[in-house]
C-alpha cells in the first residue's frame, strides 16, 4: 500500500464518505451538502458506487466507482482493478484525508479490516464493532436467539432447511396465525403470510394474492408445493424462518449511536401511504437495550410490531441506514447532520434527552422525483 505524507493530507480539508449503500445513499448526501454550507470549519463529501449513479454522485464532492465482481466472474467498470473493494476504498480514503466512513451494505467486508481503518485515522460506520455482531444482526435466527439471552422481546421464528422441517413446524404451530421469511434478506423479501390459525375453514385465494402481492398472503398448502417444487431451493437451498404472524402496529426506527450507547433516534410508524414521524417512548425502551445488547455503532435501523397484547416485539436490526432516514427532517431532527456533525467534530456528542426535545411530531407522504442523467449510462 502507498504511503500517503502527512503534508499531502493537510493541504486537503477532512472528508467524510458514504460507500454504496442500499437505498438512502442520495438523501444523506444532499443533508451533507447542507450540513456543509452553514459549517464553519470546511469539508469535503466523497460518495462511491459499484455503478455510475449520476443521480447519487451529483451530491458528491469528488466520486469513486467502487471495484468488484459481478455474477459472471468478470470486473466491472474500472479499467485497473487494485483488489478487493475496503483496499480500493481505504487507499483513497488516506489520500483524500477522510476521518468518517460509512460503510452501507457492505459493512462485513469493512470491519475484517477495522483495525487497518483506525491506524489510518478513520473512524469506520459499518453498523456494530465486530464481524461477531455484525454477522449475528444479518442472520434473523441467531439474532433472535441473541435477543432472549437479553430477555429483549423478540419475534419468535423456528428456521427449517427443507419441506419435511417445515410440515413438522406447521403441524406443531398452525393454530395460530403464520408466516415465512428467509434467515437472510431485506425489503421484505420473501415474507409471505400464511392462512393458518383462521377461526374458519376459509383459506387464502393465492391468485388473488399473486395479483394483489402488495398483501404478501399465501396459501399454506401452495407456499408448501411451491417450496418442495423449486428448482431455486434444489440448486441453492434457502433456510426460512417460521414465525407467528403479529397483527399489531410496525414501527421503523432510525438510530445514531455509538458502541452501543443512543445518541440520538425518531420513530415512524405507516398508515397507508402516510408515515407517522416523532418519538415513542414506548418503542425506546426496547431499542435502547437492544442498541446496547449488539453494540451497534453508527447510523442503523431497527424494526418492531406489536403482539396481540401490545407489547413491541424486535424484528430486525438492519446495520446500516434505512430508506426513509430523509424522513426524519420533517421533525426538526435531521439524524444525518447530528451523525456526521459529531463524527467530523463540528459539534458536541449529541445527548438522546436534548434531540428528544428537538423533534415536532408529523406526518409525511412521499412523492416520487425524478433525475436527468446526462450520457449514456452502462450498468
Not at 422441517?165 to 395460530?176: N, R, S
Not at 403470510?193 to 383462521?198: A, E, I, N, P
Not at 441453492?236 to 403479529?246: A, D, N, T, V
Not at 435531521?334 to 423533534?359: H, M, S, V
Request: charged fraction near 25%; aromatic fraction near 8%.
Amino acid at each position: 500500500m502507498d504511503t500517503i505524507s502527512n503534508s499531502d493530507i493537510q493541504e486537503k480539508p477532512v472528508a467524510a464518505w458514504l460507500a454504496e449503500g442500499q437505498s438512502s445513499q442520495r438523501d444523506m448526501l444532499a443533508s451533507l451538502q447542507s450540513l456543509k454550507a452553514d459549517a464553519a470549519t470546511p469539508f469535503s463529501i466523497i460518495a462511491s458506487h459499484r455503478h455510475n449513479r449520476a443521480e447519487i454522485f451529483e451530491y458528491a464532492d469528488e466520486v469513486y466507482l467502487e471495484p468488484y465482481v459481478s455474477n459472471d466472474g468478470s470486473e466491472d467498470v474500472i479499467a485497473e482493478p487494485i483488489g478487493p473493494r475496503w483496499q480500493f476504498v481505504l487507499e483513497n480514503a488516506q489520500k483524500d484525508n477522510v476521518k468518517v466512513l460509512l460503510t452501507g451494505r457492505n459493512g462485513i467486508d469493512y470491519e475484517v479490516h477495522r483495525e487497518q481503518f483506525t491506524v489510518a485515522g478513520i473512524r469506520l460506520l459499518t453498523g456494530a464493532t465486530s464481524v461477531e455482531a455484525l454477522a449475528s444482526i444479518e442472520d434473523k435466527f441467531a439474532f433472535m436467539q441473541r435477543c432472549l439471552t437479553h430477555d429483549i422481546p423478540v419475534a419468535t421464528a423456528w428456521r427449517f432447511d427443507n419441506t419435511a422441517e417445515l410440515k413438522t413446524l406447521l403441524a406443531k404451530h398452525d393454530h395460530q396465525p403464520l408466516c415465512v421469511k428467509p434467515v437472510t434478506g431485506i425489503f421484505a423479501q420473501g415474507f409471505w403470510r400464511l392462512d393458518t390459525g383462521k377461526e374458519t375453514s376459509e383459506h387464502y385465494d393465492s391468485f388473488e394474492h399473486l395479483y394483489f402481492t402488495e398483501e404478501k398472503k399465501i396459501n399454506t398448502a401452495q407456499f408448501i408445493e411451491a417450496y418442495d417444487n423449486s428448482q431455486i431451493i434444489k440448486e441453492r437451498p434457502i433456510p426460512m424462518l417460521l414465525m407467528p404472524y403479529l397483527s399489531g402496529r410496525e414501527y421503523s426506527i432510525d438510530v445514531v449511536c455509538e458502541y452501543g450507547e443512543v445518541l440520538a433516534a425518531v420513530t415512524r410508524y405507516k398508515t397507508g401511504k402516510i408515515q407517522h414521524i416523532g418519538y415513542d417512548e414506548s418503542v425506546m425502551a426496547v431499542v435502547i437495550p437492544l442498541i446496547k445488547a449488539f453494540g451497534c455503532d453508527g447510523i442503523v435501523s431497527v424494526q418492531t410490531k406489536q403482539n396481540d397484547d401490545g407489547q413491541h416485539c424486535v424484528l430486525e436490526i438492519n446495520s446500516r441506514p434505512a430508506g426513509g432516514i430523509s424522513y426524519t427532517t420533517h421533525s426538526g431532527v435531521d439524524l444525518t447532520q447530528i451523525a456526521f456533525g459529531y463524527w467530523l467534530g463540528l459539534t458536541a456528542k449529541p445527548r438522546l434527552e436534548d434531540i428528544i426535545e428537538q423533534i415536532t411530531p408529523c406526518q409525511v407522504r412521499s412523492v416520487m422525483t425524478s433525475v436527468k442523467i446526462e450520457g449514456e449510462i452502462v450498468e
